[in-house]
């Protein structure tokens, strides 16, 4: 028996069977283990340790934290928020007159070994960006006796619109950071 002898409801089976399979297997890639463009970052955190946002201090919590503060002082960072064992600082940059950059950090440190005269500083630093955004609006004026008129008084407002927030990355930049709380630690008493 060939396949034209065979019903019209066969030959709708056999050309099904061969698609199927090859929709089954295109559909393979949709499960695999690297996020497609667009979805979201949660699907590529590893929560693997690393050394990148963390170091260990030979001194208090509280000593760790305000060597971390002067560190941060001694860069030109504005200090929003300071507490024996948390610290947040700020510093703004604006590389050209349309972008604005800020880099918040995050700073938290806890007691560590069984006298507690050791400390871990953990560090989060983000990079938020700015530009300029140009905003435009056109005024009319109503006239009682006449009704009313549109004139072209337009005013152009420029403000401030954040386009982007990151958190940095680098260990280098972690590595620069801790190296100065490090120095700042030793000269505290």
Known sequence: ??????????????????????????GCSLWSSKPAPGHSAYQAEQFQPNENFSRLFDASAETT???????????????TQAKPASINGQKS????????????????????GRDKNIATAYVTAQQDRYAVKKSSSATSVGVSAIGSISLPLSSTQDSMVKVGSETILAPTFYDRFFGLVSREVKDLP
Do not use: N
């Not at 934290?65 to 200090?79: P, T």
């Not at 940059?93 to 560590?112: A, M, S, W, Y």
């Open 93 to 112: 940059f604006q590389p050209d007159g349309d972008t604005h950059l800020e880099i918040t950090f995050t700073i938290v440190c806890v007691p560590d």
């Open 1 to 26: 028996m060939t396949l034209f002898s065979l019903p019209p409801v066969h030959l709708a089976r056999r050309a099904a069977l061969p698609l199927a399979l090859l929709l089954s297997l295109s």
């Open 65 to 79: 934290c305000e060597a971390a503060r002067r560190a941060l002082l001694s860069q030109g960072y504005v200090i």
